[in-house]
């Protein structure tokens, strides 16, 4: 098994930044991917951005309102990954969850319990 635990959200105003951190733990050599998906008030959850897990991999990708705005990385060392969000919108609100992919496709195992992200106008 492996657990996720998000942190950094918070109530920030439009154009502020903000950086979400996930923290891994348990059976994390299973792990090919990282993405942050996020769901908004009445809506479904959303793709905003994946990393490649692995020390060499170096493949990003990004939900196309994101991109420019939203940057995603990881730390091997410390199990971590992060989205570094800036020029935020309020259309960025939103509960923002880290999942982890075995396969390194579409399909993601493992999800954390999701951390709040308020951006108000």
């Known amino acids: 098994q492996v657990q996720l635990m998000e942190s950094g959200g918070g109530l920030v105003q439009a154009g502020g930044s903000l950086r979400l951190s996930c923290a891994a733990s348990g059976s994390i050599f299973v792990i090919n991917r990282m993405g942050w998906f996020r769901q908004a008030p009445g809506k479904d959850r959303k793709f905003v951005a994946a990393?490649?897990?692995?020390?060499?991999?170096?493949?990003?990708n990004y939900e196309d309102s994101v991109k420019g705005r939203f940057t995603i990385s990881r730390d091997n060392v410390k199990n971590t990954v992060y989205m570094q969000m800036n020029s935020l919108k309020p259309e960025d609100t939103a509960v923002y969850y880290c999942a982890a992919s075995r396969s390194g496709m579409v399909n993601y195992d493992y999800w954390g319990q999701g951390t709040q992200v308020v951006v108000s106008s």
């Open positions: 990393i490649d897990w692995s020390w060499s991999g170096t493949n990003t």
